[in-house]
């Protein structure tokens, strides 16, 4: 029913930018938080960036002065801008939010389908 639809993947050189976008569609009453996360193979999904409704914003460390996280309220789109890119930052990136889909839910994780980052030269 709730879907989050991303957007802005692909090849980039080192140094190069690029631009994500996360927008929740379906049924949407709440939204509480939104983030990226990105998963490495073996491991667990890690934090990259992430926004509360009431503007908290934290990054991890190693996209701190890098990335910048931001969101449009009335369409509930978030937005990752990624600047200085490493061949490191390669990776599978998924768009999280915290929403409620009517009126008295419990709030719950939805996840993206996944964006691939390469960068290399």
């Known amino acids: 029913q709730v879907q989050l639809v991303e957007s802005g993947g692909g090849l980039v050189q080192p140094g190069g930018s690029l631009r994500f976008s996360c927008a929740p569609s379906?049924?949407?009453?709440?939204?509480?938080?939104m983030g990226w996360y990105l998963q490495p193979p073996g491991k667990q999904r890690e934090l990259v960036a992430a926004?509360?409704?009431?503007?908290?914003?934290n990054y991890a460390d190693p996209v701190k002065g890098r990335f910048t996280i931001s969101r449009d309220n009335p369409k509930n789109t978030m937005y990752l801008q990624m600047n200085s890119l490493k061949p490191e930052d390669t990776a599978v990136y998924y768009c999280?939010?915290?929403?409620?889909?009517?009126?008295?839910?419990?709030?719950?994780?939805?996840w993206g389908q996944g964006t691939q980052v390469n960068v290399s030269s």
């Open positions: 379906g049924s949407i009453f709440s939204v509480y938080a």
């Open positions: 926004m509360t409704n009431g503007g908290s914003i």
């Open positions: 999280n939010a915290v929403l409620s889909s009517t009126f008295g839910t419990t709030p719950r994780n939805y």
